[in-house]
């Protein structure tokens, strides 16, 4: 008996060390604090959705944006190109707006009830939930197109994003200071990827870099073959990165070193133009191309388990992975669930509105923002 307690004991210790957070973003069942559902941008989930849903509710605020949605405990926000922040609850009724009278394109980042999005003016605000108001305001010399990231810095938590005025920032979350800076060659377009203490951007100069932020140093960097405009995502020890001449590339991080890559998917003039993000699964990346394509890519051997031919004009939404379905929209306004394994076609909706967004899931639901500024909330529908 004695004997069984113990190695009990040990179970739930390994377990609890094996799930332990590390206080970057990272999605819950009651939330989805950034666009990729979490630090990694992985795009994957262990949220689990119905084969059919039905449309719940839909909000329209008639107001255009690019964001993505974001959800802290039932509530979605977004922020429009004017820059004002829209908050819906669980049951579709407006619970917040703020006015941040500035521009917007980037998707906000959720962190301690805290909203932290970058405007096109070159500011990234600090947005509390509970006052209504601004907390920071930090200024840097050219726009912030993506959503903020946040990484731990020894005993501070840092907001990490990319700016038109080619540097990486990394600001203090409480009182909105800088700790560092890392210079690129050209503008940074995409979010920042974190894994651990490191983080992990693309430029438009073409180079792939990574960053120490505990050390505070760029440690390792590497030259892709296009121009990078979309944001990273990472699975484990690897990175996946697309390119804008549509090669898709996965860089093996390693002790701090890039320290081997390979091209998964070679550019064509059929799949050129790539701003998706990939999303990875335990064992298949899965990547939007413009020859209109999913495709699902072995990770061990890189070969095609399948494609599956998307409806209409692709354009930026980046597929999320939910277990064994995979959600993609289109820019044309069409909704697709597939299933992961196969690539069979489980469900589809046409919103009638373009989407450039990518979706968030949380407790079986899951929310879709289309471009003319209506969220779409989409379930099992229990009546």
């Not at 990165?241 to 991080?253: K, R, T, W």
Request: aromatic letters at 10%; proline letters at 3%.
């Amino acid at each position: 008996m004695a004997r069984n307690i113990f190695y009990i004991l040990l179970i739930t210790a390994l377990w609890g060390c094996a799930t332990k957070g590390n206080d970057n973003a990272a999605a819950s069942a009651d939330s989805w604090p950034i666009f990729r559902a979490s630090s990694d941008l992985s795009g994957y989930t262990k949220e689990k959705i119905c084969e059919k849903p039905s449309l719940l509710w839909s909000y329209k605020s008639n107001q255009r944006s690019v964001s993505s949605p974001v959800v802290l405990q039932g509530t979605t926000y977004w922020c429009d190109t004017k820059g004002v922040v829209r908050g819906v609850d669980a049951e579709g009724n407006e619970a917040f707006t703020y006015d941040l009278q500035q521009p917007v394109e980037a998707t906000p980042l959720l962190h301690d009830s805290t909203l932290y999005i970058g405007c096109i003016d070159g500011s990234l605000a600090a947005i509390s939930l509970s006052k209504r108001d601004t907390t920071w305001c930090f200024r840097c010399e050219g726009q912030v197109s993506a959503s903020p990231n946040s990484v731990k810095i020894g005993e501070r938590t840092a907001i990490i994003f990319g700016s038109y005025d080619n540097y990486m920032y990394c600001i203090d979350k409480e009182q909105g200071s800088l700790i560092n800076r890392f210079e690129s060659g050209y503008y940074i377009n995409g979010a920042v990827a974190v894994k651990d203490n490191y983080a992990v951007f693309g430029g438009c100069d073409g180079w792939l870099r990574l960053i120490d932020c505990k050390q505070g140093v760029m440690c390792d960097s590497l030259q892709l073959e296009g121009y990078i405009p979309s944001s990273p995502a990472i699975a484990n020890e690897k990175v996946y990165i697309g390119d804008y001449a549509g090669n898709i590339y996965e860089v093996l991080l390693s002790d701090g070193r890039f320290t081997d890559h390979r091209t998964v998917v070679s550019a064509s003039e059929e799949n050129a133009s790539l701003v998706s993000v990939p999303a990875v699964s335990p064992t298949t990346l899965y990547v939007i191309s413009n020859d209109k394509y999913l495709s699902a890519i072995n990770r061990t051997d890189g070969s095609t388990t399948w494609r599956y031919l998307l409806k209409g004009n692709v354009g930026e939404s980046s597929p999320v992975v939910c277990r064994d379905k995979i959600i993609v929209c289109t820019k044309t306004g069409i909704i697709t669930i597939l299933s992961a394994d196969n690539g069979e076609l489980l469900w589809e909706y046409d919103t009638g509105e373009q989407i450039v967004s990518s979706p968030a899931v949380v407790r079986n639901r899951f929310y879709i923002l289309t471009a003319k500024g209506t969220l779409f909330c989409f379930g099992e529908n229990k009546k």
